[in-house]
């Protein structure tokens, strides 16, 4: 039953979807708030363990060796991890805007895009739609860090 890695990854992200959901029910909620705190936790918590379930009840793929990863493929799953970690720490000092955008172009080179204006049209202008939907639309404010608004 638990013989394709695919299946065990399914049941640690179903554990870990669980914790998730518990924690995210502990949060405050706040009276006169039009989309509460616990919304999107509560959400993603959600589709996590969904998205688990899905993975353990689907076929698994033949068995791969070890040998199939190749080290190219792990080095640029460290580097964007070690990105994603610079980026939390960078989030407050800095905030949403600059940091998203920086990581967004940084993450897209690596990872192979190389059309320039695309990458920049799409960082910048993604970022910036995300940033006031959630800061006019939603009333979720975002760090401002360097920029003024």
Do not use: C, H
Not at 10 to 29: D, E, M, R
Not at 101 to 108: A, K, P
Not at 129 to 141: D, E, G, K, R
């Amino acid at each position: 039953m638990l013989a394709s890695v695919e299946r065990k990854v399914a049941i640690v992200l179903l554990l870990i979807s669980i914790l998730y959901l518990f924690l995210s029910f502990q949060l405050p909620t706040f009276p006169y708030a039009i989309v509460d705190a616990d919304a999107l936790p509560k959400g993603l918590g959600f589709l996590l363990a969904a998205l688990s379930i899905l993975l353990f009840i689907l076929n698994p793929t033949e068995d791969r060796k070890k040998s199939d990863i190749k080290k190219d493929e792990v080095l640029m799953l460290l580097v964007v991890a070690a990105l994603i970690f610079v980026y939390i720490l960078l989030f407050e000092l800095l905030g949403f805007v600059v940091v998203t955008i920086l990581f967004l172009l940084v993450t897209s080179r690596i990872l192979g895009y190389t059309k320039w204006k695309t990458l920049i049209a799409v960082s910048i202008g993604f970022t910036l739609v995300l940033y006031f939907s959630f800061n006019y639309l939603l009333q979720i404010y975002l760090p401002q860090g360097l920029l003024p608004f």
